[in-house]
């Protein structure tokens, strides 16, 4: 499903503080979407009433999006367990099929709920740069404003270095000078799930679920300084269609990393 087609609107939780009537107003001026007062509505009935497909709630924790069926909202998934494990000197297969050290820059073409920027941004530290393209407006609001608000003392910093911008990963590529950042980082949405989960399926309902085109690969090719990262189940043909010949990764892992250096590329 594309933006175009999500037709949504802003309310927030019941009995609102002023700070959250203040930020709902602001995000239906930002976004172009209606603000609709709670009014002590259930969201189902919200959605019934107007014929949206579904909510941005405004709550005193964060902000969420529902569709009455599912929740989809900020949290930092597995970032604070990868960090902790490089904390204690473990390996993180994605970094290494980066090389990502300290000082790096990374454009992350498909930011997600921002678990993979978050680690990366952690590794490239206060000298690096993060940047992550998110195409679903829902996500890109939603996960831009989490990794700014989120209070976890460990990841902080990390989360807070992310730099958010909704764009599609194309768009943005075609208007960036070449070798302006070391890595470019995509990681698609898999053509099939791989397990059911219920954060899954609230992303799945938003996100942009399209492959990655050859045009984009070839973009990031110019855009990268030293290479392109691709996550993909161990067998996708993905790698072959795009033209990924280095794989990287745990040796039974079910998701491996597609590596192409810029070496030899003008
Ligand atoms: C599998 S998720 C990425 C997960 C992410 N690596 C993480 O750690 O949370 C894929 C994300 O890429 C976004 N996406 C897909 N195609 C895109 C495009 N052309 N430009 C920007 N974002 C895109 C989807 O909307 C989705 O949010």
């Known amino acids: 499903m594309t933006d175009n087609q999500q037709y949504f ?122 940047t992550g393209i998110e195409s679903s407006l829902l996500i890109a609001t939603i996960v831009g404003h989490g990794l700014k608000t989120y209070r976890n003392e460990d990841i902080n910093q990390a989360m807070q270095r992310v730099e958010v911008t909704y764009s599609h990963h194309k768009d943005y590529l075609a208007g960036l000078p070449a070798r302006s950042y070391d890595v470019v980082y995509f990681d698609p949405m898999f053509r099939t799930p791989r397990k059911k989960s219920p954060a899954m399926d609230a992303m799945r309902a938003i996100a942009n679920p399209d492959p990655i085109d050859c045009e984009s690969i070839a973009l990031a090719l110019k855009v990268c300084n030293r290479r392109v990262v691709m996550k993909e189940r161990r067998w996708s043909k993905e790698f072959e269609r795009l033209g990924f010949k280095e794989i990287r990764g745990g040796r039974y892992a079910p998701v491996v990393y597609g590596v192409m250096d810029r070496q030899g590329i003008g």
Do not use: W
Request: glycine residues 10%; hydrophobic residues 40%.
């Open 9 to 130: 609107a802003v309310t927030t939780s019941h009995r609102p503080s002023p700070v959250q009537v203040s930020l709902a107003t602001k995000l239906s001026d930002e976004l172009s979407v209606p603000f609709i007062p709670r009014n002590d509505l259930s969201i189902e009935t919200m959605i019934s009433n107007t014929g949206v497909i579904g909510m941005m709630v405004v709550s005193a924790q964060r902000i969420s999006f529902f569709t009455g069926i599912s929740e989809f909202f900020f949290h930092p998934g597995l970032a604070r367990l990868r960090i902790n494990e490089l904390k204690n000197g473990k390996t993180d297969q994605m970094i290494q099929a980066m090389s990502l050290g300290a000082g790096d820059t990374l454009l992350d073409c498909t930011l997600g709920l921002g678990t993979d920027a978050i680690v990366a941004s952690y590794v490239s530290g206060t000298s690096g740069r993060v």
